[in-house]
């Protein structure tokens, strides 16, 4: 028993190696954790793509809030304030949560397309200008101006529309 447990402590700690290793200013703002770089840490592609959905629903739970609040005349300023970061923080990983080998081949459920694989260089300029869009108005949000806050929100959903529209199995946002 005490040998098993040293060994996960040793794996354990030695995740927490390679996850610290990797440079990533942008989550150093929030609680926000990368998953694990799959290429490198995570050979396993099936736990790539379950860490990838837990980021992405996230980042839709954060939208909803955000898209909500943007419908009310007594908009709270801090649900922005709370919400943006998570967005602004996991957007800059989002690219790289799809490494070669986590498509349908990975025989879990995914609704990412061969898309992404086949033409990685849109891929990459969709998740850009995702992480463009996500810092823009991660800056709106800063400067406290509730109206052009609420008129952010739906630009920044639009740049997650722009990807799940070929990369994504139901074109949905
Ligand atoms: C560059 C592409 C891209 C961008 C940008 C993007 N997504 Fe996605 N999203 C995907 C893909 C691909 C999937 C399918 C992932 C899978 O099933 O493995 C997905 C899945 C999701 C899911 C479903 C997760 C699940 O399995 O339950 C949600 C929710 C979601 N995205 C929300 C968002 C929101 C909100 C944004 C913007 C704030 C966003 N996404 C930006 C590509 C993107």
Redesign the pocket.
Known sequence: MKTEWTIAAIAAASLLAVACGQKDEATSKNEAQAPPAAATAAPNAADT?KA???N??K??????AMTDESKKDNADLAVFKTQAPI?AGL?PQ??D??PAG?GAEAGV?????PE?WAQPDV??Q??D???AA?AKFSTTVDGGDLAAIKAGVAP??G??????Q????RDE?
């Open positions: 793509i990838r959905q837990a992405l629903k980042l839709g739970g954060a939208l909803k967005i957007a989002l690219h949560w799809f986590t459920k995914t609704a990412a397309k992404i891929f990459k969709r998740a200008a995702f992480a996500a920044l959903g740049a997650c529309r722009e990807c799940h070929t990369f994504r199995q946002s």
